[in-house]
């Protein structure tokens, strides 16, 4: 027992309460779960979900931090791990791109383990595979939902619809009957990927371990609405014709609560709006996150280009030439060395470059980490 | 990040994928479209159940009347008012409905369904076209 997943596990059986008690009790409540709710959690997604992207962009990479997977780009003859280590924007992009519609650092997750008393690391592939399952049935069913919200319905979701429904199930019990309409395999690849993540952070220890609510809420609640959708479908029915009304309603600005849509429908929509809503406030931002990670997107680089900190700040520095200037006279009179024998002249080009001296200890923190690269 | 140009271009695309039902439909009303009952289903006032209960899970019912007929061997289907019906597709449910464009399909379209009735059903002589 564990309060994160018990407290996120009630949460979502209060917003299911909320919604079927709501629109059971009152009627009239229909409009508010079946209209305003959605429009507002639509409201706060989209301003949410672009607030998060503006203040993204306007933060600053202080260091040029790109993981780096294979050797970077050096010497003439040492071969270049070129999407590893992408050190051109091409090679980035391509190497963004494969990280978003494959996941190719989840496919490197190994688990040490003593094996004979040695410690071996060994391909633990089932997250990326659960995560690749989750992804893709999630955008699938995202984009069939498409029908509900076109009309007429594109072909493009036509195509995905019958690919999608092309294995023919049949349970033909007494008391269970599915069969026609035909069974989506991403609606059960959805419900049972959601599962595994979600049994993967309660099953493995260290898992488990860094795994909050915030984890589990998006579970439940993807779960929820998963499994709403596919009993919808298959068991409790609903009339889809009028389901559809309303959903057109919603996109086209002529509201109606058909009588014959049931319960569930409104629960659906309403795990649906309350996932929206989230969203921005969310882990499951790395939607638009993944674009600004310095980690992906960031060219290997370090060695040919200097990356400036932009929180680098002219820095007053005395150096020991200046130093020197100062108390040359006296350092005479005492015996100590020094650089300069007293030339009637006076120093002043040093002012020109006042931060490219590192050796003064005043140089600050900020100015330490690119130091090193400007001796050179 | 100060790649100016990128955020915009991510944020226009953002807002075209999360608009884009909007724009598609751009305000056109579409309301469920009603279905045209023949003059022989009108006169039978009720269908093999309820309205409200045929418009839900017609689709089951089909299905379990096929699985009836192939896999037992049984034709006879008694709904809760006791009334008997031959579980066929043909001959009663396209009996009375025999205007698919104006009945069968005017839902399916609507909501994308595509049956595969038809693809077998295509011997019923009363279907008028």
Redesign the interface.
Known sequence: MNKRYILSLIAVVVLFLIAYLGVEAVPASKWLFGILIPYVA?IV??AG??RR??S??R?A?PFAIPTTGGQQKSLKWIKPSTIDSPSSKSAVFIRMLLEIVTFRSLFRNTRMKLKEGRVTYQLEIFLWVGALAFHYAFFTVLFRH??F??????LP??LV??LDSFFRM?I?QDFI?I???GVYLSGLVLLAAVTYLFLRRIFIGNVKYISLASDYFPLFLIFGIAFTGIMMRYVL??????A??LT?GL????W?I?G?V?SIFFVHLFFVSVLLAYFPFSKLMHL?GI??S?TR?MRTDTRAVRHVN?WNYPVNVHTYEEYEDDFRDKMIEAGLPVDKMPEPQEASAEDEEPAAKPEEPEAGAADAATAPEEKE | ????K??II??VV??AV?T???L??R???????EVELTEKAKAAKQCVRST?YM???H??I???WR?TVV?RGERIYVNPQGKEFNMSLSNTCLDCHSNKTEFCDR?H???????YCWDCHIDNPKESK
């Open positions: 639509l997604f989209v979900f672009i992207l503006l993204w962009s933060s990479v498409l029908r919200f076109t009309h007429p319905t594109p979701v036509q619809e019958n049949e033909m009957q069969g026609v309409p029915k609903t009339d889809v014709a009028a559809k009304e057109m996109v086209t600005f002529r109606s058909p014959n049931s638009g674009f600004f310095p997107n932009p | 990040m100060s790649n100016r990128g955020v991510g944020i953002f807002l999360v884009f039902p909007f598609y439909n305000g056109k009303a579409a309301p469920a479209p409200d418009q839900r899970e689709m089951k089909l299905d379990l699985h896999r839902c379209d609507y909501a994308s369904v595509r049956p």
